[in-house]
């Protein structure tokens, strides 16, 4: 099992940099944070069952910029969104980012996408949310033609572009990692078809867990690595999810000033030591 750290960073949190130093540094294998441009005032779309949010929601660090300084203060650390809010992004400025990001860091970046929970949130971006299934798919398609084509172009019915230049070029091959996130059949439609790995959320039961992969081998693709984000410390749960074939666990780090962070990530990192 390997393990990761899973956070919203803002501005009074601890800063990317030094949670990324310090997570590489206590044995953690990757730092995967969590993306909203930002949260309507009015908002009827409820969160987990709920209508009030956790204050960080409101005042989330932007994921490229935040995730390009952790790689500099960092070697190995696998650097991820979970999740990036692609269809509320620009497609273009959205596959330069990340291309970025790889370059910056060493081929370090892992993109982490999904559809995303707030309607109002998408409606400000121009976003309906009844098509934005549709939109990801055809981003996720246009984002790998940019990433591994000289002159991509693309025609759809949401992304519509000539041929273009675009570089940087990732320095993963073929392309940095894309973790498609959520358990709806839509969801694992697009695993099936774009993913290079799966993002479900920290509640998603090992019995899920199981026919996910059952239906992934089914369709040709065995192998698909499987990440768990935003999991409390609790050691049956993480014994189940490894034995329900989950790669790595994105331990869930709370947002708090950096004395406290490094505080709670001690702990977590003595959590996992008789683990690993």
């Not at 392309?175 to 709806?184: A, M």
Request: with cysteine.
């Amino acid at each position: 099992m390997k393990f990761g750290i899973y956070t919203l960073l803002t501005a009074t949190s601890i800063r990317p940099d030094v949670l990324a130093g310090a997570a590489e540094e206590r044995g953690f294998d990757s730092l995967f944070i969590a993306e909203h441009s930002h949260i309507p005032v009015k908002r009827e779309t409820l969160w987990q069952g709920r209508a009030e949010l956790p204050d960080a929601y409101y005042r989330t660090l932007a994921p490229f910029p935040a995730l390009a300084a952790a790689a500099v203060a960092s070697s190995t650390l696998l650097l991820g969104t979970a999740i990036a809010l692609i269809p509320q992004r620009d497609t273009i400025h959205t596959a330069k980012e990340v291309a970025t990001l790889d370059v910056i860091s060493g081929g370090r970046a892992l993109l982490g996408v999904g559809v995303g929970w707030n309607r109002e949130e998408m409606r400000n971006h121009g976003i309906d949310p009844r098509t934005r299934g549709a939109r990801l798919n055809e981003q996720l398609a246009a984002i790998k033609a940019i990433w591994t084509e000289d002159e991509p172009e693309f025609h759809g019915d949401h992304v519509d572009f000539d041929p273009i230049h675009l570089w940087p070029k990732p320095v993963r091959e073929p392309h940095p990692p894309i973790y498609i996130g959520g358990e709806s059949p839509a969801a694992l439609d697009r695993l099936v078809r774009y993913g290079d790995g799966w993002l479900p959320r920290a509640a998603t039961p090992p019995e899920e867990i199981r026919r996910v992969s059952a239906l992934l081998a089914d369709q040709g693709r065995p192998d698909v690595p499987i990440t768990l984000c935003g999991l409390e410390p609790d050691a049956g749960a993480v014994a189940a999810l490894a034995d329900a074939g989950v790669e790595r666990i994105g331990l869930a780090l709370p947002t708090v000033p950096e004395p406290d962070a490094l505080r709670a990530l001690d702990d977590l990192a003595a959590f996992i030591e008789p683990l690993r």
